[in-house]
């Protein structure tokens, strides 16, 4: 059973641009939200993550919203750059005594054109 | 500092054969966990250890094992291995909190 759904499965967009990324969950029991950036051939690098009770954070040109009632949350990259073409995951994980295994979506690729 | 490292980089094996992976926390973390990505696929949790402890099992075979020593490294252990077992194996490793940092894989190709 998928419990982290993700789309698009890739986007296309052009250097400068806004990606939108969506990730939406069942579980209510997950407390933290991270998104991973991946490289081919490379493993998943920690790009920011949240915690339900903050409804956006920003770190540079990377952004999280939050929606709890909704169960989902967004990752939008500002002014993409080629540099920014990757596969990005999000991820969520329940934390505490019972361990924090990461659910993943099943990621998106996406291509900034020059 | 050293981050999360992992040997093998890659390895080919023949369906049936066994292989083993290792996996060298960043220092000071004593968690460390094991994930499959199939090609094209997101991560899929296999073990989870913390201080020598199994705290997680995901839906994956007795095929597959693990374990950690007093340093915090990690083995990951697959008997009997199928042509599905083809994967990428990442370890992350954190400390009590929740961020894991992932090492860059190790790549098994089963024929």
């Known amino acids: ?114 | 500092d050293a981050g999360v490292t992992q040997s093998p980089t890659h390895l080919i094996k023949t369906r049936g054969q066994q292989v083993t992976l290792r996996c060298s926390p960043i220092s000071g973390h004593k968690s460390v966990s094991w994930y499959q990505q199939v090609l094209g696929q997101g991560p899929q949790f296999i073990f989870q250890y913390y201080e020598k402890e199994e705290r997680g099992r995901g839906n994956f075979p007795d095929r597959f094992s693990a374990r950690q020593f007093p340093n915090y490294s990690s083995e990951l252990n697959v008997n009997a291995l199928l042509l599905g077992d083809s994967a990428l194996y990442l370890c992350a490793s954190s400390t009590e909190g929740d961020t894991q940092y992932f090492g860059p894989g190790t790549r098994l190709t089963v024929l």
């Open chain 1, 1 to 114: 059973q998928q419990q982290v759904k993700q789309s698009p499965q890739s986007l296309i967009v052009q250097k400068g641009g806004i990606s939108i990324i969506n990730c939406a969950y069942e579980n209510t029991a997950f407390d933290y939200f991270p998104w991973y950036q991946q490289f081919p051939g490379k493993g998943p690098a920690l790009l920011i993550a949240i915690r339900p009770d903050v409804s956006e954070k920003k770190e540079g040109r990377f952004t999280i919203s939050f929606n709890k009632s909704a169960k989902q949350f967004s990752l939008h990259i500002m002014d993409s750059q080629p540099g920014d073409s990757a596969t990005y995951f999000c991820a969520a994980s329940t934390g505490g005594a019972a361990g924090n295994k990461l659910t993943f979506g099943g990621g998106t690729r996406v291509l900034v054109k020059p």
